[in-house]
């Protein structure tokens, strides 16, 4: 007689992406792609370009009086991009 292990479907996929050293680059892409939904479509409409380099995101913002606003809530802003894609991606933003 055979034993069935069976496993969520979502934690065989985690593996398989861990497996093929794929799933760093796609929680990042994530996290990205969750930018507007997280800092709202006004601040969003400001942002020219988007980029993580070492466990931190940069953005590149088209009016320099917004920079300091959003500076003093940086920590904010990775609590809830990482808590948005569920893990852990960022660690600091900077905002240019």
Known sequence: MF???EQPIDQLVLRNLRA???ETPLLQKRLIDSWPTVAG???ARY??????QNQTLFVRLSVPALRADLNMQRQ???R???QHVGAQVIADIRFN
């Open 3 to 5: 034993r069935r292990r």
């Open 20 to 22: 093929l050293g794929i």
């Open 41 to 43: 479509q006004a601040i």
């Open 80 to 82: 809830r991009l990482n």
């Open 76 to 78: 904010e802003f990775v």
């Open 47 to 52: 942002t020219t370009s988007l980029h993580i």
